[in-house]
């Protein structure tokens, strides 16, 4: 991006938070050289982060009627999923008040009787286990430093497993790093039936452990990636080469 212009700059007890733009971007920011979300104005629907490009792969898997997405951001996942069927039903859950004021008033955010947006710490809300049980749950908890660790803890995973159907799946969002985390992958495997993941151009290791068996041929998985491609507007291609069972 280049001319940034900065359009709202503001602090909370967990750092400081910004939004900038260009003629065609808008960032949200938790810090320097930090780009937590990322939207194309009049596209907002298609992911400019790889990452998020490669957690939709879960879509070739599952049609998903309810949805719970940890750590908002800029909403860059909603408005994907929105594109792709208008019916889903989204839960959103994030830690910081000012990030969802800022999602609504600065990102597009799709508000409607669909989306429910909930301002509570994720780990708290999976504990409580108050919600009805979703297809998938999407979990991008991170901070102006990185992966929150929490995420990555027993509690969080036994807790998303138990607000998952029975089919359905947890998508994780971390980094390259944690692909040699085996304590994690073994945690993933007490709780769920399969795990898969990608690593991103981006440097990023996104998981995705699901709660059944789903067996697809490559080929059939190539041709299904074909297909949601054009639901989703973007090519999948490139985040499929670099997925496979995480073991």
Same mark, same amino acid.
């Given at each position: 991006?280049?001319?940034?212009?900065?359009?709202?700059?503001?602090?909370?007890?967990?750092?400081?938070?910004?939004?900038?733009?260009?003629?065609?971007?808008?960032?949200?920011?938790?810090?320097?050289?930090?780009?937590?979300?990322? $939207?194309?104005? /009049?596209?907002? !629907?298609?992911?400019?982060?790889?990452? &998020?490009? %490669?957690?939709? #792969?879960?879509?070739?898997? =599952?049609?998903?009627?309810?949805?719970?997405?940890?750590?908002?951001?800029?909403?860059? $996942?909603?408005? /994907?999923?929105? !594109?792709?069927?208008?019916?889903?039903? &989204?839960? %959103?859950?994030? #830690?910081?008040?000012?990030? =969802?004021?800022?999602?609504?008033?600065?990102?597009?955010?799709?508000?409607?009787?669909? $989306?429910?947006?909930?301002?509570?710490?994720?780990?708290?809300?999976?504990?409580?286990?108050?919600?009805?049980?979703?297809?998938?749950?999407?979990?991008?908890?991170?901070?102006?430093?990185?992966?929150?660790?929490?995420?990555?803890?027993?509690?969080?995973?036994?807790?998303?497993?138990?607000?998952?159907?029975?089919?359905?799946?947890?998508?994780?969002?971390?980094?390259?790093?944690?692909?040699?985390?085996?304590?994690?992958?073994?945690?993933?495997?007490?709780?769920?039936?399969?795990?898969?993941?990608?690593?991103?151009?981006?440097?990023?290791?996104?998981?995705?452990?699901?709660?059944?068996?789903?067996?697809?041929?490559?080929?059939?998985?190539?041709?299904?990636?074909?297909?949601?491609?054009?639901?989703?507007?973007?090519?999948?291609?490139?985040?499929?080469?670099?997925?496979?069972?995480?073991?």
């Amino acid at each position: 991006m280049t001319e940034l212009e900065i359009l709202y700059q503001s602090e909370d007890e967990y750092g400081p938070l910004l939004v900038l733009d260009d003629k065609h971007m808008r960032v949200l920011s938790f810090g320097d050289n930090d780009e937590q979300s990322k $939207l194309l104005k /009049a596209e907002p !629907h298609l992911p400019q982060h790889t990452y &998020v490009q %490669a957690m939709l #792969l879960v879509l070739l898997f =599952i049609k998903p009627k309810r949805v719970i997405i940890l750590g908002l951001g800029g909403g860059g $996942l909603i408005h /994907a999923l929105r !594109h792709y069927d208008t019916g889903i039903k &989204v839960t %959103a859950v994030e #830690l910081r008040a000012q990030v =969802i004021d800022i999602a609504k008033r600065f990102f597009q955010l799709p508000i409607g009787k669909k $989306l429910t947006l909930i301002h509570q710490d994720a780990a708290e809300f999976l504990a409580q286990a108050d919600h009805k049980k979703a297809d998938v749950i999407f979990a991008d908890i991170y901070g102006a430093d990185g992966v929150d660790e929490s995420q990555l803890s027993e509690d969080f995973i036994k807790n998303a497993s138990a607000m998952i159907k029975a089919d359905g799946f947890l998508v994780l969002n971390c980094w390259k790093e944690h692909s040699q985390n085996r304590a994690l992958l073994e945690l993933l495997q007490t709780y769920f039936c399969e795990v898969r993941a990608c690593l991103t151009g981006g440097g990023n290791w996104v998981v995705f452990a699901s709660k059944s068996k789903r067996d697809i041929s490559g080929s059939g998985m190539r041709a299904k990636a074909h297909g949601l491609s054009q639901q989703l507007d973007f090519t999948l291609s490139r985040s499929l080469t670099r997925f496979d069972y995480w073991v």
